[in-house]
């Protein structure tokens, strides 16, 4: 779904012709669509982690 997701993003501009955008569309709703399921499926605490320390002194 990823790849989908990046391959709608970047065909869709530089496709001339209006049936290739709107496949360039389709496959980034596709992407979409799986990025929305895959953030339903995670529990809240997943999704939002508490802060952790980063740097030199971590």
Avoid: E
Wanted: glycine share 16%; no cysteine; hydrophobic share 50%.
């Amino acid at each position: 779904m990823g790849i989908a997701f990046m391959a709608g993003g970047l065909t869709h501009p530089f496709i001339p012709s209006q049936a290739g955008a709107a496949a360039g569309l389709a496959i980034g709703a596709v992407g979409f669509a799986g990025a929305t399921v895959a953030l339903l499926r995670m529990r809240n605490d997943d999704f939002d982690l508490p802060p952790t320390r980063s740097g030199p002194h971590a």
